[in-house]
C-alpha cells in the first residue's frame, strides 16, 4: 500500500496504512510517526480521518480514535463486539461519524505499528496489527462495513499471519465494493502479490468481460497464467493480447505473448493433445486478424495526419489516439520517427475488433514536402477471412486532402450498432455538461461547489443526462451556433489616409482572393472518385504588395 490506501478502493479519508505493497515486516517502513508521541500519533490519525466537507467543524472536532478497555474474563474481540452491539445509528450523519471514528483507530494502530517497526520492535508492531484485525473484523460482522475496510482488514490479516485463504477471502470480498474495474484490477494485484494466482486470474478475467478493449487485464492475466502453467489460462491470455492494438513501448509485451503461445502449442503437439492443440492456433489466428489495419507511408520532411471516422460516430485521430470504436492510431507522431529499411515514414492505424459498417479516412498533410508529392495509402479489411479485401493506393498529396471510404463486412464487433451510437452520443452529451457546468458555476463558490458535486453524483447514479435537475428546457445553459460566411473568389478592400497638412492621400488597397480547398474523395464502396471545390488558396497585401500563399479552407466530402 505505500504511502496509504487513500485512493481507489479507500473512498476518501487519506492514507490507511502506513506498510508496504509486500505488507510483511521484513524491512522497515519509513514513517513520519515514528519518533513521535502518543499524542501526536492519534492527532495525525484523527487529521487523516476526518471526512471534511459534509461535516460541520464542530462535527469534525468531534473525531478521535476509539478506545474500548476489555471488561474483566473479556477479550479484545468480545470488548470490539459489544462496542458495535450497544451502537443505535439513527442518522447517515451518525454513520458518516462512526466511518471517520473507525479510520481514526485503524490510522492510530498503522502509525503505532510503523513506529514499532522503526524501532526493530517487531513484537510491538504484530500486537498493534492484531488490536487493529480485531477492531476492523468486529466493526464489519456488526454490519458497519465500508469499501475500505476489507482491504485494510486483509492487510492486518497478512501481518499477523493468519492463512492464507482468510487473506484472499477478505481480499475478494473487496471486490463486491468496487465501482470501477481500476477497483477490481487492484484487488487481483494485491491477489497476486499475495500468491493466489488462480483468483487474481479470475478477476482478470472478469474485468476483460466488462471491457473488452482494456488492455492491462490481458497484460496481468499473461503474467498469471504464464505462472501458472495452465494451457487454458495460456490460451485466454495469449488471445488476448493478440486481439490487442498496442502501441510501440509494449511491443515486449506482444513478443511475450507470441513466445509463450509458441511453446504451448510445441508441448500441446508433444503432448498428443493435437485436438486442443488446433483449437489453440485457430484462436489465435482469430485474434490476431483485425477487422481493419490501414498504413499509410511517404518519404520526404513532412507531417501526414490521419483521422478515421468509425461506423459507431467515433473518430480516431492524434487528438483521441484510441476510440470507443475499438481503433489505435499508431506509427510516429513526428517525422522521422518509425522509419522502416526502406527510409519510409509511416503512421498507422489499426482496429482488432470493429463494427459492421462505412469506415471513413481523412488523410491530410500538416506541413513540410512529400518527397515525390505522392503518399501510398495500405487498407486491408476482414484480415483472415473470406470477404477480406486489400487497398493500395497511390495518392497525390500537395494542397489537397483525401477522403478513403471502404466497408468492413465481418466486423467482430457484435453488439448492435444504434447502441454504440447512442452511447457516443451520451459520451459527448455528458462531455458538453460538464464544460457548460463550469460555465454555470464558480469554482471558488462553497454553494457552486456542492451544486458540482451534486451534478456529478446525479450523472454517476442516471448514468448520463436523463434526470438533470439543471439543465432542463427552462433557464437552460448552452452554446449558440456562430455562423461564419467563407468568401470565394476575389474582392477588394482600401485605406485611405489623409496627411496632417491636407495635401495627400494616401491610399492602400488590399486584394483578397479565397478558394475552399479541395478534398478527393476514393469511395470504395460504390466505385465512385471525385472531389469538392476547386484548388485552394489566399492572396493579397497592402499597397498592393505581395500575398500569403497556400492553405485551403474546409473540403467537401461529396463522393
Not at 447517515?92 to 520492535?121: C, H, M, P, W, Y
Request: glycine share 14%.
Amino acid at each position: 500500500m505505500g504511502g496509504g490506501m487513500g485512493g481507489g478502493m479507500m473512498g476518501g479519508g487519506g492514507g490507511m496504512f502506513v506498510v508496504p505493497d509486500n505488507v510483511t515486516l521484513d524491512s522497515k517502513t519509513q514513517s513520519t510517526t515514528g519518533s513521535a508521541s502518543d499524542n501526536t500519533t492519534d492527532r495525525d490519525a484523527t487529521e487523516q480521518a476526518k471526512p471534511a466537507k459534509n461535516l460541520s467543524a464542530a462535527e469534525q472536532e468531534s473525531i478521535r480514535p476509539l478506545t474500548v478497555t476489555p471488561k474483566e474474563g473479556q477479550t479484545r474481540v468480545q470488548a470490539w463486539e459489544e462496542y458495535f452491539a450497544g451502537l443505535n445509528l439513527t442518522s447517515a450523519r451518525e454513520v458518516t461519524i462512526l466511518d471517520a471514528q473507525i479510520r481514526a483507530t485503524a490510522n492510530r494502530f498503522s502509525n503505532k505499528a510503523a513506529a514499532a517497526d522503526e524501532k526493530g520492535n517487531r513484537e510491538e508492531a504484530v500486537e498493534w496489527f492484531s488490536q487493529s484485525r480485531d477492531m476492523i473484523g468486529e466493526a464489519i460482522r456488526a454490519g458497519q462495513v465500508q469499501p475500505w475496510m476489507y482491504q485494510a482488514y486483509a492487510i492486518t490479516l497478512s501481518a499477523t499471519g493468519a492463512p492464507k485463504s482468510e487473506i484472499e477471502r477478505a481480499l475478494l470480498s473487496a471486490v463486491d465494493f468496487a465501482e470501477t474495474p481500476s477497483d477490481v484490477l487492484n484487488v487481483a494485484a494485491r491477489l497476486e502479490d499475495l500468491g493466489s494466482d488462480a483468483a487474481a486470474f479470475r478477476l482478470c478475467q472478469r474485468v476483460a468481460d466488462l471491457d473488452s478493449n482494456r488492455r492491462e487485464p490481458y497484460v496481468m492475466g499473461l503474467r498469471l497464467a504464464e505462472h501458472l502453467n495452465d494451457p487454458a489460462a495460456i490460451a485466454w491470455a495469449c488471445t488476448g493480447v493478440l486481439s490487442q492494438a498496442w502501441p510501440a513501448e509494449f511491443a515486449p509485451v506482444v513478443e511475450q505473448a507470441k513466445l509463450l503461445a509458441r511453446s504451448t502449442y510445441g508441448e500441446l503437439i508433444e503432448s498428443g493433445q493435437t485436438r486442443q492443440a488446433a483449437q489453440f492456433g485457430e484462436d489465435l489466428k482469430l485474434a490476431s486478424a483485425h477487422d481493419v489495419v490501414i498504413r499509410v507511408s511517404w518519404t520526404g520532411d513532412a507531417d501526414i495526419d490521419l483521422a478515421v471516422e468509425e461506423p459507431g460516430g467515433t473518430v480516431c485521430s492524434l487528438e483521441e489516439r484510441t476510440s470507443a470504436g475499438g481503433g489505435t492510431l499508431l506509427g510516429d507522431s513526428y517525422p522521422g520517427q518509425g522509419e522502416d529499411s526502406s527510409g519510409n515514414v509511416s503512421e498507422t492505424y489499426v482496429c482488432p475488433r470493429g463494427f459492421n459498417g462505412t469506415y471513413r479516412l481523412l488523410v491530410r498533410k500538416i506541413w513540410g514536402e512529400v518527397s515525390t508529392g505522392q503518399v501510398t495509402v495500405e487498407i486491408v479489411t476482414d484480415a483472415g477471412r473470406p470477404s477480406q479485401r486489400f487497398i493500395r493506393k497511390e495518392i497525390l498529396l500537395t494542397e489537397k486532402d483525401a477522403l478513403f471510404v471502404f466497408d468492413v463486412k465481418e466486423g467482430k464487433r457484435k453488439e448492435k450498432l444504434g447502441e454504440a451510437q447512442l452511447a457516443h452520443l451520451r459520451d459527448v452529451q455528458r462531455d458538453m455538461n460538464t464544460q457548460m457546468l463550469g460555465q454555470f458555476v464558480n469554482p471558488g463558490n462553497s454553494s457552486a461547489q456542492a451544486l458540482q458535486d451534486l451534478f456529478r453524483d446525479t450523472q454517476r447514479l442516471t448514468g448520463g443526462v436523463i434526470g438533470n435537475p439543471f439543465f432542463g428546457r427552462g433557464n437552460a445553459v448552452g452554446f449558440q451556433p456562430q455562423i461564419t460566411q467563407l468568401p470565394e473568389g476575389a474582392s477588394l478592400s482600401g485605406l485611405a489616409i489623409i496627411s496632417a497638412d491636407r495635401r495627400y492621400v494616401r491610399i492602400s488597397p488590399a486584394p483578397f482572393f479565397s478558394q475552399i480547398g479541395d478534398v478527393t474523395t476514393f469511395n470504395f464502396v460504390s466505385g465512385q472518385t471525385g472531389g469538392g471545390g476547386a484548388g485552394g488558396g489566399l492572396g493579397g497585401g497592402l499597397g498592393g504588395g505581395g500575398g500569403l500563399g497556400g492553405g485551403g479552407l474546409g473540403g467537401g466530402l461529396g463522393n
